[in-house]
Structure formats: C-alpha cells, structure tokens
C-alpha cells in the first residue's frame, strides 16, 4: 500500500497516552515571532502551519495478554492507535509487515506488542531487535525493560557491551537488541555459540528502516538474508517487523531490504499536535563587515571580496538555540557535520553566559565518535531536563523518545525529505504544539527551498534506494555466509540477482573453492567487509600529554578531519592534530584555541571504464556507466575564525584513494558551447559552476545529500573528447543515485538551471555555483556562462 499523502504527517504521541499536561514557555507562534524581531530584515521566507489532529484508537487485540496490557496500562499506554493494532495484529498472525508512519507515531508499540505477546506466551521464544544507531537501540531497551515483564530479560549487545556480559546475553537473554554491524561482525561469524536464540528465534524488528538505503543498505540487505539463511539452518522461520519513517513505496523497499513480500501499514491513526515550520535565510552581511561570525563563510572565490556574503548558517543557527534556552523552550538543533554540531553548541554557550553566566551549562553537543558514558549520560541529560538546548548530528534523529521538547532547529537541508520530517517531529511530543525552524545554509539547494516552499510541503517524501545486486556489495557478502557455511545452490536463490556470477568471480580470485556439497571459504580468517563503506576502520582520537581516548573518525573521514595540522573539536574543547598514523589507525593532538581553522583541499581524476546506457540528442550526450576515480588530499587552508581570511594554505602528503562507481555525465560539442555564447577560455568555469550546482541539487531528486556523491568537469575529457560534466555516487559500485539523476536528468538539471538563474547574486556564491567541498577553492567559476550550458542541455534533451 502506497502512502498517497503528499508530506508525512508529523504526530505527537506515540499511543494513546496519559496526558502530562501542557508545557511552560511562549507558544510556538509567539517564539517564532520573537525570533524574528532579533535583526532588521525578517529572515523568514515561509510558514507553514501543520493542523492539530486527533487519534483513532482501537481496541487491545484478544490475542495480547492481560499482564502485557496492564504493563503498557502501567506506563500509561490505555489503548493502542489503529494503525499499531492492525500492524501488530499483521505480525502475530505471522505476516512480514512495515508500519510507515509519521515521527512519534507509536511504531514501537506495533513490534513490541506481538513480539511480547509471543515472549510470554512461548517461555523459548526469542526476539532480535535492529537498531541503526546504539542511541536508539539504547532507548528501546528502557523502554521494553521498564515494562517489567517477567523472562524477557532484554539487553543490548553491541560493541560497547562489556565482554563478561556477552556470555550471559547469548544464553540468556530472550530480547536482544542490536544493530546490522554487530550482527554482521558478531552474531552471525559466531553462529554456533548464537545457536539456542536463533533455533528459537520468532521476530526479527528492523527499525527505522528507511535508514537502510544506498550502499549500507545494500549490505544490510545481504546481512538479513545471511540471517535468514542460518535460522533455516536450525529450524526456524522469524516474522521480520520493520518500522520506517514516511516514505515512498514502503513495502518495495521493505521487500527489497528482507527478500520477503511484506505488507505495509501506512494509514497513521495517532494524534498530532500542531506544528509551525518556519523556513529561514540567514540575512546577507554587509560587503565591507567581512564576516563577524566564529565560522568563515563556505565561499572561497575569487569574488569574495566584492559581494556580499550570507551569515553563516552555523552561527545563526548557534543564535537561535541560544534565544530559545534563553526563553526556557527545550530545543534539540540538528546539525549535519560533527564539527558543526561542536561548533554550535559551543557558540551557543558561549553567548549564553555571556548573558547569564552558568546558563551556557544547559547546551551540549551530541555527536557519533563519544565515548559510550559520554552520550549516555547526555541522553540522560536531556531526559531529564538537565539540558534545556542540544547541537546533534543526526544520531538523534531516529526514534530516541526525547520526550517533552518544544522546538527543533535544522541547520542545512538533511539531504532528503524523509529525514527532514523525522527530525522536525522530534519537537511536540505529549501533544503540545512545537516550532521547527529549517535554517538555509549557503548552498543552491537550500536557497532552492526556502525560496519554493512547494518543493518540501507539497512534494512527496523520497523512496528508498538501494541495489542487493551491486557486485561490489554481493560478492563480499556472500564470502560472509561461505565463511559461516559452504554455500549451496539454494543459497544462490536467497541472495537473487547476480548471485551465481559473483561465486564464480570468487572461485575465479581463489576466494571460494568449489566442491559436489558447494562452495567453500579457501582462507582461515574472515573477509573484511565495511557495512556502511566508511574507509575502512574507525581511527582513534588521542591526547598526546595523557594518551585519554577523546573519541573516534570514521576511516573515510580521516584524510579531511584529522590531518597533521587539523583543528579537531570535542565537547566545545579545541585540539590540533599532532600526527595521523593511518597504519595503526590512530592520531595524536594536543588542546590548543587558535584563531584560524582548518579546511582540507583534494584533487580528482576520473576515467570511463564503460557505459550502460546513453542518450544521442544531436550536440549533447547524456551517459549512464562506470568509471573509476582518484582522489587525494594534497593541502589544507588556515582561515581566521573572525573574518575567514585565507592566512595560508599548507601541503600535506597523504595516500592517494581509489574508488569504481557508477557515474552520470553530460557532454555538449564546443559548437554549440559557441553558439550559446560561450567563448572557449569561459568553458571550464562555466561547466565548473554547472557541476557544482547540478550536486547541489540532486538530492532534490534522489535520497541522498551532496555529500554522497561527487563531481567533475573539464573543457576536453579525454575518454569523452568533450566538453563534459560528470556527477558519481561516493560509494564503490554505485549506491543508486547516479540512476536517479539518469532517469530524471530533464527534471533534474532544470532545477539546477532555476537555482542558478533566480539567486539574487552578480557573479556567483554559494547559493548557487560555489561548493564547501570544493578541491580547487571555487575557482575557475562562471554563474551567466552556467546557465547559457544548462540551456543548451535543456533544448536538446528529450524530456
């Protein structure tokens, strides 16, 4: 079942619940109104106004138990929403389902309920329970275990369980809650020690499942069927429960995340408290202020100097969290960087104390690469009211129950509406009204936005993207299961698509070895598989004085974040990198407070290996296929915080990386280029500032940020002997989203052409042709002559 609603609901009880009573402090509309009167210009763009609504409950199932009704009546749980009575209902009867509904809809008690039912009713049955973060894998397992049931026993296992612990949760424990990486790396290469919980093993929940797209949900999608694959092997069947924010087609992409048909539940019964969503655009700073802001603007143009400069979304956003903890509104600010999440907590208490010395004590940062005491005791924190304001990554965003917050800040555009709605819903819990406020960075696609509400309140939420028979993630995942089990030519079925080239590729490399029983694991240790196709292993964060673990970087990140040199921060506390040892995975800093930060610069090269599909439309070429790309990280620049001054730009010698993807590129012949009014020395700028935007705006299209994919543009390529634009997912053997752009290339690059050609800017910004991650510092680029290459694409390419 298809959601035909246009925008996901944002609802605001998780079931039918005990009301705890209006929340103190101004009313959203009335915040909203006093943080637009703080500047001179008024900031807001758009206010849409999301409605109240009331819930639809239902009555309990007759198949729940009284002592599991009067555990949730306990916990103020008086009936369950229709939509999680059909959902549970659904799974008891032993069907795979998929609730799709809104941001505190209640999706936990639609699992909880028949996976309960079936704990107490069958004292062998077993639970396993899928977390995409340990946030939220945490937080359900107060919430099972605070209904008291008696055998349940939940726990956690997860990387930060202690080892004297693991023991007793595999025999004991009959709730596990986990996430896809444990079970890749633990519960399934340990299979036999696993072997009691999965011969009895009756649910399988996947929470969040929306989460699970591109590469990381490709391999996740192998990891289920490995699961899948070992219960067989002992005798069991589980119902697979997914749980899933609004999304497009849910029961597609549930089918395709599990290899089973799957029902989709998406009609939302539960109350909704009102919403104000307010879209905001940093003001324009004056030309001759420079910037005032501790964050440099992201522009790096040679024109800096002569047009004005957006406030940084960064520092506005600081502003704002600090004006609603002034006001005593609970606020959680969603930040997309870990830098920028530290950065604004830090702004943000910072100007607070310099109000009312201590109050800069109730913001905190919240960030992946804490140390697990530090994000559950901020957790606790926020909880229990300790912390009035929260920077986060999206680590918050998924379904940790922060009961009580009033109000959500955005910084930057997620990257996809989905995730847009998800953490604006993490505001009005209990039914109150909540405020959130999206706040523009500069960029073409967030200027896009706040300038056409349209395409965020009345466009459809993305579907899910992911591809199971990406080559790159098949073959290692079925090394995985060779390694738990020789395969067998049943297996191949359970792993679809593409499976039996893989094992023979594998055979091929001397991976596998073939034999009359199946193919067998030739090597004594594991394969090494990356989930979420991160670079490698985690790199350690380290004091160099105390040898104190600060935290950890993902390996992808590392080259970019912990450069010898790297300004790093942790908790508000400033660090600079001493030494990166890439070997041992581990850096080296020291605390220290310059007044500049760190901004590293890469170079890329890229070749065509082949092409799967391509459009001839007479002077423009539009190509689908795979390529291969360099990259390297050769310099970083020093910026003073104050103005963003470039103070100097310093070598680095870092290896260099190579990636395989897929890629989507467009070539356009240099008669026509002159034509339009091109001349030759003004091509690679203006194909430069086609390619940077055309990023910009491709996650408007398809379920990823700019951050996924990546770009280049040259006057002559040599593989195309063209001009040519390419844009590649960031992920080996492609994630999806280079197919979106190919299939909605007309769509797609009219967008880019509008954002160019409506932002309000002379000769270029970030709000449309400039790019924060670009290698050559913005330069050369050409915003009239862009716009004059989009228009010849346009006029030749088929709709």
């Known amino acids: 079942m298809a959601h035909p609603a246009s925008r996901p609901e944002l609802e605001s009880s998780s079931a039918a619940t005990v009301s705890a009573g209006p929340s103190p402090g101004p009313t959203p509309a009335d915040l909203l109104r006093r943080l637009r009167a703080r500047g001179a210009a008024d900031p807001v763009t758009h206010v849409e106004r999301v409605p109240a609504r009331p819930g639809v409950p239902a009555p309990w199932p007759s198949w729940a138990p009284p002592e599991l009704r009067a555990a949730f009546a306990r916990r103020g749980v008086v009936a369950p929403w229709q939509h999680q009575a059909q959902a549970a209902t659904l799974a008891y009867e032993g069907e795979h389902v998929v609730v799709a509904t809104g941001t505190a809809s209640g999706k936990s008690l639609a699992y909880q309920l028949p996976a309960l039912a079936t704990l107490l009713a069958d004292p062998r049955a077993t639970v396993l329970y899928l977390a995409p973060t340990k946030a939220l894998a945490a937080d359900q397992l107060r919430a099972v275990a605070a209904l008291e049931l008696e055998g349940v026993r939940p726990a956690c296992y997860d990387g930060d369980t202690p080892r004297a612990e693991r023991e007793w949760i595999r025999r004991h424990s009959r709730f596990v809650l986990t996430n896809p990486d444990m079970l890749h790396h633990g519960v399934l290469p340990g299979h036999a020690q696993w072997s009691g919980f999965l011969r009895r ?320 694991w030739r090597h004594r240790e594991r394969p090494e598989v990356d989930l979420r196709g991160e670079g490698g292993a985690p790199v350690c964060v380290v004091e160099s004085s105390t040898g104190r673990l600060l935290g950890t970087v993902d390996g992808g990140s590392s080259h970019f974040l912990l450069h010898s040199g790297a300004v790093y921060l942790h908790q508000g506390v400033s660090y600079v990198v001493d030494d990166l040892d890439l070997v041992d995975g581990c850096a080296l800093v ?102 940077h935007a055309a990023i910009g705006l491709l996650p408007l299209m398809a379920t990823c940020d700019r951050w996924d994919i990546g770009g280049l543009s040259t006057a002559v390529h040599q593989d195309t002997e063209a001009p040519t634009v390419f844009v590649y997912d960031g992920h080996p053997g492609g994630a999806g989203f280079a197919e979106r752009a190919y299939g909605t290339a007309s769509a797609w690059l009219r967008a880019t052409r509008d954002a160019i050609a409506e932002c309000g800017c002379e000769s270029g910004c970030p709000s449309c042709v400039q790019s924060p991650k670009c290698g050559n510092g913005n330069n050369p680029l050409s915003k009239p002559d862009a716009i004059r290459v989009l228009d010849v694409v346009l006029a030749n390419l088929p709709e």
Not at 312 to 331: F, I, K, N, P, Q
Not at 661 to 677: D, I, K, M, N
């Open 201 to 520: 093993l009756a649910y399988v929940v996947v929470d969040e499942c929306h989460t699970y797209r591109g590469v990381f949900g490709s391999h996740v999608a192998h990891v289920l069927r490995r699961l899948r694959r070992q219960c067989a092997r002992f005798g069991s069947t589980p119902v697979f429960v997914l749980a899933s924010a609004t999304s497009g087609d849910p029961s597609t992409a549930a089918g395709r995340l599990t290899g089973l048909p799957v029902t989709a539940v998406t009609e939302d019964a539960s109350p909704r408290g009102g919403v104000t969503f307010a879209l905001w655009e940093p003001p324009l700073l004056p030309p001759d202020s420079g910037s005032s802001t501790p964050v440099p603007p992201q522009s790096t143009g040679d024109h800096d100097d002569l047009q004005q400069i957006r406030r940084s979304a960064l520092r506005e956003t600081a502003d704002l969290l600090a004006d609603t903890v002034a006001e005593g509104v609970r606020t959680l600010a969603f930040v997309r960087s870990r830098k920028g999440a530290e950065v604004v907590a830090a702004n943000a208490r910072r100007a607070l104390d310099d109000a009312v010395p201590g109050l800069g004590d109730r913001v905190a940062a919240y960030r992946g690469g804490y140390l697990r005491e530090e994000r559950r005791e901020l957790e606790r924190a926020l909880l229990h009211g300790d912390l009035l304001g929260l920077a986060s990554t999206n680590a918050l965003e998924l379904g940790v129950d922060l009961v009580g917050l009033d109000a959500v800040l955005i910084c930057g555009y997620p990257g996809t509406r989905a995730s847009l709605w998800q953490q604006a819903g993490r505001a009005g819990r209990s039914g109150q009204e909540a405020l959130a406020v999206l706040v523009a960075r500069d960029d073409p696609l967030d200027t896009y936005l706040v300038h056409h509400p349209e395409a965020i309140f009345g466009a459809p939420v993305e579907a899910t993207v992911l591809d199971p028979a990406n080559p790159y993630v098949l073959a290692p995942q079925l090394a995985c299961a060779a390694f738990e089990a020789p395969l067998t030519p049943a297996d191949l079925a359970l792993f679809g698509d593409g499976a039996k080239e893989a094992v023979d590729q594998l055979v091929a490399a001397g991976a596998l070895r073939q034999r009359p029983t199946g193919w067998y």
């Open 590 to 691: 020291h605390a220290e407070e310059p007044d500049w930060s760190t901004h590293a610069r890469d170079v890329t090269d890229l070749s065509v290996v082949s092409v799967r599909s391509y459009v001839d439309a007479g002077p423009v070429g539009m190509f689908l296929g795979e390529v291969d790309v360099t990259s390297q990280v050769v310099s970083y620049q020093r910026r003073r915080i104050a103005t963003g001054e470039v103070i100097d730009t310093r070598p680095l010698d870092l290896p260099a990386r190579e990636l395989r993807t897929v890629a989507v590129w467009f070539t356009l012949s240099p008669q026509s280029l002159t034509l339009a009014g091109v001349q030759p020395a003004d091509v690679p700028g203006a194909l430069h500032a086609a390619e």
